[in-house]
């Protein structure tokens, strides 16, 4: 069964250090999300990408944040300059165009801890 | 989108099913209900999602009730890893690109015991 793979599993980093959060969505989806989720707390949606663009982003999607899909198959957030509070799981999650589908297929998530 | 109430907690024996609530009694007609579960820190899933109509899948069976205001997540014969964190999430299908994101809450914990 396909799945959203994501890397790497745990990413250690120091405060103001960038950092980028790869992920791989399923072939054929076409939407892409990012979603944190600091322990303890909900999962918290970031961001929503379509058609090679930011198609929502809510209020923690700062100007320190950014997502791209370089190739055909990776999906990146990029953390520009991190903070202590920046430290969470990242879920990447992507879903097909079919308007009839509503699942998201979420990754494993990759766990960031900044210092 | 409307907002949902769910137990903080329930629990379960192996091999019977597991019955869990949500309130909605804001949703509004255009809003469906969807359930995914986190297992232990692990990325959401998927479960099942409903308007109207009962719906069923080889996870799980949605029932909602005739005025909407509220539903219920049926898993037939919970097992072990069925352990988890359920997710009640009532949301609009965007017109725009036919997008949907959906609204985390806290959630019911539902322990299966042996």
């Known amino acids: 069964e396909p799945e959203v793979t994501q890397t790497p599993s745990h990413q250690v980093t120091q405060m103001g250090q960038e950092v980028i959060l790869r992920c791989v969505p399923i072939?054929?989806?076409?939407?892409f999300y990012w979603y944190r989720q600091i322990l303890g707390q909900k999962v918290e949606f970031l961001v929503s990408?379509?058609?090679?663009?930011?198609?929502?982003k809510s209020e923690i999607f700062d100007d320190q944040f950014s997502v791209e899909r370089p190739d055909g198959s990776n999906f990146t957030l990029k953390i520009r300059s991190t903070k202590l509070e920046d430290s969470a799981m990242y879920f990447c999650?992507?879903?097909?165009?079919?308007?009839?589908?509503?699942?998201?297929?979420f990754g494993p998530g990759t766990r960031l801890t900044v210092t | 989108d409307a907002k949902t109430t769910q137990p903080p907690s329930m629990d379960c024996a192996e091999g019977r099913a597991a019955n869990l609530p949500c309130n909605h009694s804001?949703?509004?007609?255009?809003?469906?209900v969807y359930w995914y579960r986190q297992i232990h820190s692990q990325g959401p899933q998927y479960i099942i999602h409903?308007?109207?109509n009962n719906e069923t899948n080889e996870m799980a069976s949605l029932i909602i009730t005739e005025d909407r205001k509220s539903s219920t997540l049926i898993l037939p014969h919970a097992t072990l890893r069925d352990t988890a964190v359920y997710y009640c999430?009532?949301?609009?299908?965007?017109?725009?690109?036919?997008?949907?994101?959906?609204?985390f809450g806290r959630g019911t914990s539902l322990i299966v015991h042996p």
């Open positions: 999650a992507s879903r097909d165009m079919d308007r009839q589908t509503y699942e998201q297929y």
């Open positions: 072939s054929n989806h076409l939407y």
């Open positions: 990408f379509y058609n090679n663009e930011i198609s929502e």
């Open positions: 804001t949703i509004s007609g255009n809003e469906y």
């Open positions: 409903g308007l109207k």
């Open positions: 999430i009532v949301s609009v299908l965007r017109a725009s690109g036919g997008s949907y994101i959906p609204t």
